[in-house]
């Protein structure tokens, strides 16, 4: 990985970290499928016109099936899943379970596409997993059943992300990622604009002054749905795509790593969220337990060097 891929590493997480903010803003007010379907349509307001000027429309005519079944798995589930556990908990913590992608993302390439997992890489998943169980035993934020059904959903949801990955690799490496990305979000926008827009927002019922009209969504509601579509989805897919031609679908997932640290930032200056010391920690544990499955991290290594 080169030095620029880092850097658009970094950005990337910032904004995917910043996504699990926008969420927690916007979901509560709006309703899941109403966050869903705006920021798949705010994305393609984006992406269209690129994807006119750069003449690459006629590229994705030869894979629609496969790009309607891409963007139902990577954008129309995980997004409608998320929005949804964004209703009940906080930005940082969902940012800490999004981290589990790449845990999936090796099972999923062991189970489908046949790649080798080593025995580090067998304790990494299951180190991974005991990282989430800490994180669900933490009853600062998951005190509950409808926040542990939350965390659960957010799991499903990166597990997901991880079959989309390895779809995407498989299927539409000959894609461009502007192709790519304007497809899966096209196919998923055929799917939730029409009942978004016929259900209206859908406010959780504690809400103060729940909005029963588009026309009475609060602006700071806007103003996040307006960040949530066109920084953390439209150029966010945008650059993971390029990212994953570059680097592949294993060093790719390894932008969640930094997510985490941007999802507590965020939600802890924005939104006056508690980082506890079990997050911390259950960051820590699926951290090192996504080094391990996905072979950044060799305990054999480590004690061969410390031996020399």
Request: aromatic content about 8%; proline content about 6%.
């Amino acid at each position: 990985m080169t030095p620029r891929d880092f850097a658009q590493m970094l950005v990337l997480a910032a904004l995917w970290g910043g996504s699990f903010l926008f969420l927690r803003m916007a979901s509560p007010v709006v309703g899941p499928l109403a966050v869903a379907a705006f920021r798949i349509v705010g994305a393609l307001l984006l992406l269209w016109p690129l994807l006119l000027w750069q003449r690459q429309a006629r590229q994705m005519t030869n894979h629609i099936p496969m790009l309607l079944l891409s963007g139902l798995i990577s954008c129309v589930l995980p997004f409608l899943g998320f929005s949804q556990a964004a209703r009940g908990l906080p930005a940082g913590l969902l940012s800490i379970l999004n981290a589990t992608t790449p845990l999936w993302g090796a099972l999923v390439g062991w189970v489908w596409a046949r790649e080798r997992l080593s025995p580090s890489a067998m304790a990494g998943l299951l180190v991974g997993l005991s990282g989430v169980v800490l994180l669900a035993a933490d009853r600062t934020h998951v005190d509950s059943a409808l926040a542990h059904g939350a965390v659960a959903l957010a799991l499903g949801c990166t597990l997901t992300y991880a079959i989309a990955i390895h779809h995407t690799k498989r299927y539409l490496s000959e894609l461009p990622a502007l192709s790519v990305s304007t497809g899966c979000l096209s196919a998923a926008a055929l799917i939730l604009v029409v009942p978004a827009w016929m259900l209206g927002p859908q406010p959780v019922a504690t809400l103060p002054s729940p909005p029963t009209a588009w026309a009475e969504v609060p602006h700071i509601t806007w103003v996040a749905l307006l960040g949530l579509a066109v920084l953390c989805t439209g150029v966010a897919y945008l650059m993971f795509y390029r990212l994953l031609a570059r680097v592949g679908p294993t060093r790719a997932m390894t932008v969640t790593f930094l997510i985490p640290v941007f999802g507590m930032l965020w939600g802890w200056l924005f939104l006056d969220e508690e980082v506890t010391w079990s997050m911390l920690a259950g960051t820590a544990v699926i951290l090192l337990g996504t080094l391990l499955s996905n072979g950044l991290l060799s305990p054999r290594l480590f004690i061969k060097e410390r031996i020399a």
